[in-house]
């Protein structure tokens, strides 16, 4: 009996791991979204304020998305203006890629 047991989780183990992937390519391939966050900071570069929620930043595939160059300038404007951190404030800008069905902003699943 215990043979069988171990055969039927070995059996479904290996289905799940083939539904998955035949799953995982399509998911990569799907819309993506750029998530932004913002605090303000002091001086030294240390957060002062909560961060701000997430705020989206645009849709594109996940290569564009991981590729986006963060350090550029007027992205990091917009990304402010968008979080509602007061533009004369030193920020600290969260960035995250994750697939357009997935929310943030929504609380976690335990």
Do not use: Y
């Amino acid at each position: 009996m215990a043979r069988w047991r171990v055969g039927a989780v070995l059996s479904f183990s290996v289905g799940l791991v083939a539904v998955l992937a035949g799953v995982m390519p399509a998911f990569a391939e799907s819309a993506w979204v750029l998530w932004v966050r913002a605090a303000s900071a002091d001086a030294k570069g240390h957060q002062v304020s909560p961060w701000t929620t997430w705020v989206p930043q645009g849709t594109t595939t996940r290569a564009k998305c991981d590729d986006v160059p963060l350090s550029d300038r007027e992205q990091n404007k917009r990304a402010i203006e968008a979080t509602g951190v007061e533009p004369g404030d030193l920020v600290q800008l969260a960035w995250k890629c994750l697939p357009e069905t997935i929310d943030p902003r929504e609380p976690e699943r335990h």
